[in-house]
């Protein structure tokens, strides 16, 4: 199953070498294993815009779509057995230890 | 006497068969499915046909070919054809051997599959309540009406909370596992919690409830000894079974005949139930015995306070002292106010107030528990014995002046007057 690891932190957390080095070594694990398909870290919420079409008009707007403490800083696509191994991986994400990872299934599309 | 056989098979049998369905069609609800439909042939079929030699096997081959008829109907779905093919298989393969009832590997395979059904529906990943309805419903036989009843709410409202949680274990992979052995601790620890939950959910249950909800006692005893069968040799599991017998040892005593809630030391200890003391002490000796020197765990100990009270014959005469060394290495161990609140008074019996005041003093300046009529009662409990009348008079208002229960009130206004 495709689980995506979605990584929350607090808005004001600053940049840390360790932290980066400390991603570095997730990454090489988690590539090592199999289990990973894919995997970024995400630019701050200055860098954001938000678009939305309504009545066929775009609306593009400055920063996120909903004002939060905490902000999505990165992901990692995992491909594992089940719920147990994806929450290990999970918990082994540096952002784990001071933000939170939700774990969530990817959807699987059926023939109909 | 036929319908008797049928609802035998389902309170006795289905919760096993449950288990090891979900495990051969791999999803929860179409297990549940498949198992009301046998259920719903047997009660046709055995009036016409006898009931047959092992109802059980019975079942579990038509549910098995119930399932793959829910699967037929849903065709067309890639991995349900794979699964459709493999029970198809196993169909052909495995129905003549469970009737006629081959003895021990089935039965471990069952052992096997219900440790499997009861880690499932503890997983940490579905809500507490969830998981301990969802506990109750599976590994205990009830029905969703009985489940609803006895934790309060509506039967749609417990209907739809089993629902969720149902789909929350196959959308989300929950694995039908027993945890491998690195993780077995934690998550024998979180199944541990769970039926002390399911039993404290009973036990506390007031008296308009009690009948109800007093069954979820028994039922949370029956998941320990089920789990102590399912672990053998595991010190924890046997030391909650004895925790819960020696509590449920004093369920009749703890209420009067106008539904008042009764404090250990005024109960009739003649009401006590034998039979759960003798079994709860022996569970806790071989808990003991199995952690052979370890130290003891959080429900040893508590287990341990439970039996010196059970093996009293009364109040004056029950081991103080050790009570008060056993709340002090459960408050070493997971520190809380609760705790010390309980060792003081503890001391209090033991006849060392003046330790007990030294205990409670902290306590008093903490705000969060103002309120706190168990910590207001007991510092007038000390102050009293130590001679400090007035003190002690100040301290009961206190104690009075929080409580919201008349039956505790009436109590305390007793002891007040006694001082």
Not at chain 1, 14 to 41: H, I, K, N
Not at chain 1, 79 to 102: C, H, M, Q, T, Y
Not at chain 2, 23 to 52: H, K, M, N, T
Request: hydrophobic share 45%; proline share 5%; net charge negative.
């Amino acid at each position: 199953m495709q689980y995506m690891l979605l990584i929350y932190q607090p808005l004001d957390t600053p940049r840390d070498p360790d932290v980066y080095a400390a991603y570095m070594a997730y990454t090489t694990e988690l590539r090592e294993s199999g289990a990973m398909v894919a995997g970024d870290g995400l630019e701050g919420l200055d860098a954001a815009t938000t678009v939305r079409v309504r009545n066929a008009e775009t609306l593009v707007s400055d920063g996120p779509f909903a004002e939060t403490k905490e902000m999505l800083a990165g992901y990692y696509l995992v491909d594992v057995p089940d719920l147990d191994a994806a929450l290990k991986w999970a918990a082994k994400i540096p952002a784990a230890e001071f933000g939170s990872i939700e774990v969530r299934p990817v959807m699987v599309y059926e023939p109909a | 006497m036929l319908d008797e056989a049928v609802s035998r098979a389902f309170r006795e049998e289905g919760p096993a068969i449950l288990a090891t369905l979900i495990r051969q069609v791999g999803d929860f609800s179409l297990a549940e499915d498949a198992l009301q439909d046998a259920f719903a042939a047997a009660v046709v079929a055995w009036p016409r046909d006898g009931v047959p030699a092992s109802p059980g096997a019975w079942i579990t081959t038509t549910a098995r070919r119930k399932a793959i008829d829910r699967l037929r109907r849903e065709r067309g779905l890639a991995d349900r054809i794979e699964r459709l093919a493999v029970l198809a298989a196993r169909d052909t393969a495995t129905a003549a051997d469970e009737e006629e009832n081959d003895e021990m590997p089935v039965e471990d395979a069952i052992a096997d599959d219900r440790l499997r059904l009861l880690f499932t529906c503890c997983h940490p990943a579905l809500a507490l309540e969830a998981r301990v309805a969802l506990t109750v419903k599976s590994l205990g036989g009830l029905t969703t009406a009985e489940v609803a009843r006895a934790f309060l709410v509506s039967e749609p409202a417990m209907y739809q909370r089993l629902t969720r949680a149902k789909r929350k274990i196959a959308a989300a992979g929950i694995p039908y596992r027993v945890p491998p052995l690195d993780e077995l601790p934690e998550r024998r620890d979180g199944v541990l919690a769970v039926i002390y939950l399911v039993f404290n959910e009973g036990y506390a249950a007031s008296a308009g409830d009690r009948l109800v909800r007093g069954e979820l006692c028994g039922e949370a005893i029956r998941l320990g000894r089920l789990l102590a069968n399912l672990l053998p040799g595991d010190p924890e599991v046997l030391a909650l079974l004895a925790l819960m017998l020696l509590q449920d040892a004093r369920r009749g005593a703890r209420v009067d005949e106008h539904g008042g809630y009764v404090a250990l030391d005024r109960q009739d200890r003649a009401l006590w139930d034998r039979g759960r003391i003798a079994e709860g002490t022996h569970a806790l000796d071989q808990a003991i015995a199995q952690r052979a020197g370890g130290a003891a765990g959080a429900y040893a100990l508590q287990a341990a306070i439970a039996a010196l009270h059970a093996t009293a014959t009364d109040a004056a005469t029950t081991d103080w002292v050790e009570i008060a060394a056993l709340y002090a290495a459960l408050d070493r161990r997971s520190p809380s106010p609760v705790i010390r609140i309980n060792r003081a008074a503890a001391l209090a019996f033991a006849g060392a107030p003046e330790a007990g005041l030294e205990l409670v003093g902290p306590l008093l300046q903490d705000p969060r528990l103002d309120g706190y009529v168990p910590l207001h009662a007991t510092h007038a409990e000390l102050l009293r014995r130590t001679g400090a009348a007035t003190a002690a008079t100040a301290a009961y208002d206190r104690a009075i002046a929080a409580t919201a229960n008349a039956v505790e009130r009436a109590e305390l206004q007793r002891r007040r007057a006694a001082v």
